[in-house]
């Protein structure tokens, strides 16, 4: 699978998430996420009403990854915010 992110999540990611993740080694999960999007230890669901075409998946216990699948091929997955579960939903 392959991964872009978006500026939204960049600025997320430094803002709220930089140390958290790496202190805690979840880095790994992105890398899970890459083989295997689906992966039941990672989580992932989809939202429903106005967040329909978003999807999410667990990195820590308590940070969440928000994305999209981009439709066509190769279809690709856009990382559009990261946080503590009350920041991104």
Known sequence: MEVAFSDSFRRAFRKRI???VFEQGSWSRLDLFVEDPFDNRLKT?????????LWSFTVAPDVRV???FTKGKPR???FVDIGKHDEVY
């Open 18 to 20: 930089y140390q958290t």
């Open 45 to 53: 669901h989809r939202f429903f009403g106005k967040l329909k075409d």
């Open 66 to 68: 928000v994305f999209y």
């Open 76 to 78: 690709k997955a856009v």
